[in-house]
């Protein structure tokens, strides 16, 4: 089956740092891939969605200059948290979409802490 | 604006028995997907079933089925012979067809389920 990798699973930093998370599509080619964060207990939130060679679409009140995200192929799309701080913290998972008819595949999310 | 309802927060059912799960969702659309995930506590968002609102039929992936009232907008999960290893977190979602410009998935709040041994 389709398989999605996103890595790292687990991150911890210093506040200030920027943090880099990448979505790869393993075994097809991603022409979408959304992110989302999603905070215990709760459901997941789209951030944004990226389309291959173009900017991505933000959701409303997602902070784009935040934000960074990048996908420049078909199989890799990143999110970049710049200056992160300890209220960013929360679990950020990617999901990719291949052909109109095919469900989209998650990655196994990030985990990152801000310290 | 799509929403998804789940009004259950938590439900638990005792191995071996029977437990629906619902959900409901509001669109003006006629064509679009609606989706069970399962998230157990490793947080992976598993894809229990997928069910097209064109086709009538109900959707079932062994002990999965599902229950779908297109014009009451209902969309039940039942899982039939529970097992330990479905206690997880159920979301609910709904998506427009992906060329439609937009479209996304929509998630509900979700449903704890414990299994009772």
């Known amino acids: 089956g389709a398989v999605v990798s996103q890595h790292p699973s687990w991150v911890i930093c210093k506040s200030g740092t920027s943090v880099k998370i990448e979505c790869r599509s393993l075994d097809f080619q991603a022409t979408t891939m959304f992110w989302y964060r999603q905070f215990p207990k709760q459901s997941l939130m789209l951030m944004a969605t990226s389309n291959e060679g173009s900017k991505a679409t933000y959701e409303q009140g997602v902070e784009k200059d935040k934000f960074l995200i990048n996908h420049a192929s078909l199989t890799l799309s990143t999110l970049t948290v710049t200056s992160a701080h300890p209220e960013d913290s929360s679990f950020y998972i990617c999901?990719?979409?291949?052909?109109?008819?095919?469900?989209?595949?998650f990655g196994d999310g990030t985990r990152l802490s801000i310290l | 604006a799509q929403t998804v309802t789940q009004s259950q927060p938590e439900m638990s059912v005792q191995e071996a028995e029977t437990v629906t799960l619902s959900c409901t969702y509001d669109?003006?659309?006629?064509?679009?997907?609606l989706f069970w995930y399962k998230q157990p506590p490793s947080r992976q968002m598993i894809l229990v079933i997928r069910?097209?609102?064109?086709?009538?039929q109900n959707a079932t992936e062994n002990r999965f089925s599902v229950n779908f009232q297109k014009a009451a907008k209902s969309f039940s999960l039942k899982i039939s012979d529970s097992q330990l290893g479905d206690a997880a977190m159920y979301f609910c979602?709904?998506?427009?067809?992906?060329?439609?410009?937009?479209?996304?998935?929509?998630f509900g709040e979700g449903t704890q389920l414990t299994v009772n041994p």
């Open positions: 999901s990719a979409a291949g052909s109109s008819n095919q469900p989209q595949h």
């Open positions: 669109t003006s659309e006629s064509d679009y997907y």
């Open positions: 069910q097209e609102a064109y086709k009538q």
């Open positions: 979602a709904y998506e427009r067809p992906r060329e439609t410009s937009g479209s996304r998935l929509t």
